[in-house]
């Protein structure tokens, strides 16, 4: 078998190769500097504007080590990738990913979609609305991919004051420096999205607003696969709570919901402390009891006895099922 194909036969497959531990050296990976592309995102309003910076062929080699850097920090993050939940609690770097085709990143879709990006230098200069940059490589088979990362450190240098010596004297750097970050926050491929900064990607993602803005929408399916359920309190409550909102974005998405029971349901609200009542035959939280209900159907809120004749009830902001 001939290397090339086993370098770029897909993008997931040829990013696998760092899986191994293994990193591929430029002339392998088929990615050449004329394939490098280096971009600015700039906010406007709650709408992002994307533009192409010309870049020369020795930061085009330091972008083709990010993407490498990337990857490999994120694959020894942990051992196997775990698939991003808008309700989990995340420490700031982990081993994570999302299907591109995910309702939550439609932003994130889109701008991958993207053609024929207009390339303005003179774009880096609004500093004030550069919220991210990114960059795009491309294989000998075309195939895409796009690395992001929040410009915080990008930008600051450009607020900072710096000297350099030269001929036995110090002097001021009369042009504005930007300072480059040494990974990602993120990786985009035609098909996955693998995560390795959780605030970055939610930033670029605005995932935020989005999770509210199908909050709605989100507790309706909820109210379809579970009928027992009355749903007008929680649609009023998750369209207002960004948590909350979040947590039905969890549950909705949860494979065999549908066989949620309701007596059981009824006994763990019972024993979590989660009052209810009955309308229209139908099972609903009270009022201020929405958020614990929440946690109760998105199996983050327990009990434990440790203590003689005390009941201690936690919610927890990050878990896995165990054997």
């Not at 990362?149 to 042009?175: E, G, M, N, P, W």
Request: include cysteine; proline fraction near 3%; aromatic fraction near 10%.
């Amino acid at each position: 078998m001939e290397k090339k194909s086993e370098c770029i036969g897909s993008v997931t497959q040829f990013l696998s190769i760092y899986l191994k531990g293994k990193v591929m050296p430029e002339n392998e990976l088929k990615i050449t500097k004329k394939d490098i592309e280096f971009g600015i995102c700039l906010k406007n309003g709650t709408n992002n504007q994307y533009y192409l910076i010309p870049t020369d062929a020795h930061f085009k080699e330091l972008l083709f080590h990010m993407l490498t850097k990337t990857y490999t920090t994120w694959k020894e993050t942990a051992e196997t990738a775990t698939v991003y939940n808008p309700a989990e609690k995340y420490p700031p770097v982990g081993r994570l990913s999302l299907p591109l085709d995910d309702p939550m990143v439609e932003k994130i879709k889109q701008f991958y979609d993207l053609k024929n990006i207009t390339t303005d230098s003179t774009k880096i200069k609004n500093i004030a609305n550069l919220s991210a940059y990114f960059c795009i490589y491309r294989t000998e088979e075309g195939k895409k991919i796009i690395a992001v990362r929040r410009a915080f450190q990008f930008k600051v240098a450009s607020h900072q004051k710096y000297i350099f010596l030269t001929d036995d004297t110090l002097k001021c750097v009369d042009t504005k420096l930007f300072k480059i970050d040494n990974d990602f926050d993120f990786i985009i491929t035609e098909d996955e999205i693998y995560i390795f900064r959780i605030t970055g990607f939610e930033y670029f993602a605005h995932l935020e607003e989005v999770i509210l803005e199908k909050a709605r929408e989100n507790t309706i399916r909820l109210g379809e696969k579970l009928t027992y359920i009355n749903i007008d309190r929680l649609k009023t409550y998750t369209s207002k709570h960004p948590r909350a909102a979040r947590l039905i974005a969890s549950i909705v998405a949860r494979d065999g919901l549908e066989q949620t029971d309701e007596k059981h349901l009824r006994s763990q609200c019972k024993d979590k402390a989660v009052e209810i009542e009955t309308i229209d035959g139908k099972l609903s939280p009270l009022k201020a009891n929405e958020n614990k209900f929440l946690h109760v159907l998105d199996r983050r809120r327990y009990t434990i006895r440790l203590v003689k004749h005390k009941k201690e009830i936690y919610e927890a902001g990050s878990r896995d099922q165990v054997q």
